[in-house]
């Protein structure tokens, strides 16, 4: 059974930092692309960040240059590097990889 768990959403003043981690369970991890996805209250869910299996990334335009997605094999890990962080990147943050889903964590950027 795929498990994916994120963690480290928070609280953070506009123009600070937070970095979310996707831990993986249940499948060879490093033979799949991971996706971070958000959902803002009222808005439908959008794809902020992905990275395939070689370490290709891709970034919705809004977040490039602010957001990094990195990933640890050895770890069963993905990271979501979010600087500058502004009040519109308030939403609940979920990792993907193809039909699984984490429960989501939480950010909220105040100004």
């Known amino acids: 059974q795929v498990q994916l768990v994120e963690s480290g959403g928070g609280l953070v003043q506009a123009g600070g930092s937070l970095r979310l981690s996707c831990a993986a369970s249940?499948?060879?991890?490093?033979?799949?692309?991971i996706r971070w996805f958000r959902q803002a209250p009222g808005k439908e869910r959008e794809l902020v960040a992905a990275?395939?299996?070689?370490?290709?990334?891709v970034y919705v335009d809004s977040v490039k240059g602010r957001f990094t997605i990195s990933r640890d094999n050895t770890k069963n890990t993905v990271y979501l590097q979010m600087n500058s962080l502004k009040p519109e990147d308030t939403a609940v943050y979920y990792c993907?990889?193809?039909?699984?889903w984490g429960q989501g964590t939480q950010v909220t950027v105040f100004s």
């Open positions: 993907n990889s193809d039909k699984y």
């Open positions: 249940g499948r060879i991890f490093s033979t799949y692309a």
């Open positions: 990275i395939d299996w070689s370490g290709d990334r």
